[in-house]
Every structure is written in structure tokens, then in C-alpha cells.
T-cell receptor
Framework: DAGVTQSPTHLIKTRGQHVTLRCSPI?????VSWYQQVLGQGPQFIFQ???????GRGNFPDRFSARQFPNYSSELNVNALLLGDSALYLC????????????????FGPGTRLTVL | TQLLEQSPQFLSIQEGENLTVYCNSS?????LQWYRQEPGEGPVLLVT?????EVKKLKRLTFQFGDARKDSSLHITAAQPGDTGLYLC????????FGAGTRLTVKP
């Protein structure tokens, strides 16, 4: 089985532009989470989706939005890009969502490296 | 703000040495996970610890979850160059919070 796939692998944008990042989860996984990893830091939680509904949101501005499709793939959209949005954007999939009962195992994709000039 | 503090931030050792890295928090977590990340790749799960005081071994890696479920440690015995990477801990409650990681370099 294929792992989590993300596209594109690299992307260069300029300030003020919009970007869409895509993620395909492992077959059978219904939950997708998005993370932003700035150089030298650990991943920061952005969104979690389960069964096409938003189940969690991190401390990110409204310029960040996401959605999950019926086939459980997901898109992350970022509007009005800032230089500080330059980062590795990671997608992780799991069968169940992360919950207080303990997280289901998350599998990460290779990420999309976004550079904002 | 990182809820999980990892130390040391950087560690460079010779092949064959032992090492321990730490993950500390003021919060109680229902579970804690350790990941290893290599450049240009996503994190790969090494282990999940759930029970306070739990010890798990994965070949030369030993993971321990603190009794109060606020801290964890990773001990590597006889480190090898292939162990080089960024070691991340993450705490799971309603979402996954990551530490900043320990960047380990093992020199041959």
C-alpha cells in the first residue's frame, strides 16, 4: 500500500499570493491532520479532519483553511502569504482521529516545502 | 508555544557511545509518542507510551514514560551513524503537540 502522499513537493510563491497543498491519506484512513514545521522547530498542529468534518484547529490565523473530500483526501489553503509562512507543511493520516482516549497512530507524508519570497 | 520541552537541543557523539534525551512538560498527557525525522522527510513513529512508568524497548532504544505522565526519556545504547536524525516527542490529548526536537549526530 502507498503511504501518505503530498503534492507538490516544493513550491515557491511571493508575498500576498495564495497556495493550495494536497494530501492523500493511506487507504482506509479517515482522519487527516495538517502541521506546519518551521526550520529548527517541531511540527505545529494546524487542523484535523475526520469524516470530512473539522475536529480540531490550532492557533493559526483565518488565512489558513482546509477541507476534506469524500475520498478522505484533503487540501490546505493559505491566503495572503507572508514570509513567515515559509515552512515544511506536513500531512498525517490515521484511521481514527486523535482523541482524549489516546491517539491513533499517525503516519506522516514527506511534506511540501513552501518558500515565500 | 511549545508545551513539550526537549533537551538537549543538539547532541553530537561518537559511534558506540550511549545517550539519553529528555521530553518534559507541565501538562499530563494521555499518551506520548516519539518520532524520528530525517531531512526532507516526515516524522516516523518509533513508539507510543500510554501508562505512567511504562518502559518500552526497540532494539537499542529504550523509552520511558514518567510516573505522572508528564515526561519521557529516550535512551540509545551503542549509537550508530544510522541513528542520526531529529528526535521528536509528541503528546496526545485532543490534538498532537510536538516538542522542538533533539538533533542527534552520530559520528563514525
Amino acid at each position: 500500500d502507498a503511504g501518505v502522499t503530498q503534492s507538490p513537493t516544493h513550491l515557491i510563491k511571493t508575498r500576498g499570493q495564495h497556495v493550495t497543498l494536497r494530501c492523500s491519506p493511506i487507504s482506509g484512513h479517515k482522519s487527516v491532520s495538517w502541521y506546519q514545521q518551521v526550520l529548527g522547530q517541531g511540527p505545529q498542529f494546524i487542523f484535523q479532519y475526520y469524516e470530512k468534518e473539522e475536529r480540531g484547529r490550532g492557533n493559526f490565523p483565518d488565512r489558513f483553511s482546509a477541507r476534506q473530500f469524500p475520498n478522505y483526501s484533503s487540501e490546505l489553503n493559505v491566503n495572503a502569504l507572508l514570509l513567515g509562512d515559509s515552512a515544511l507543511y506536513l500531512c498525517a493520516s490515521s484511521f481514527l482521529p486523535v482523541s482524549r482516549g489516546g491517539p491513533d497512530t499517525q503516519y506522516f507524508g514527506p511534506g511540501t516545502r513552501l518558500t515565500v519570497l | 508555544t511549545q508545551l513539550l520541552e526537549q533537551s538537549p537541543q543538539f547532541l553530537s557523539i561518537q559511534e558506540g557511545e550511549n545517550l539519553t534525551v529528555y521530553c518534559n512538560s507541565s501538562s499530563v498527557f494521555s499518551s506520548l509518542q516519539w518520532y524520528r525525522q530525517e531531512p526532507g522527510e516526515g516524522p516516523v513513529l518509533l513508539v507510543t507510551v500510554v501508562t505512567g512508568g511504562e518502559v518500552k524497548k526497540l532494539k537499542r532504544l529504550t523509552f520511558q514514560f514518567g510516573d505522572a505522565r508528564k515526561d519521557s526519556s529516550l535512551h540509545i545504547t551503542a549509537a550508530q551513524p544510522g541513528d542520526t536524525g531529529l528526535y521528536l516527542c509528541a503528546g496526545g490529548n485532543n490534538d498532537m503537540r510536538f516538542g522542538a526536537g533533539t538533533r542527534l549526530t552520530v559520528k563514525p
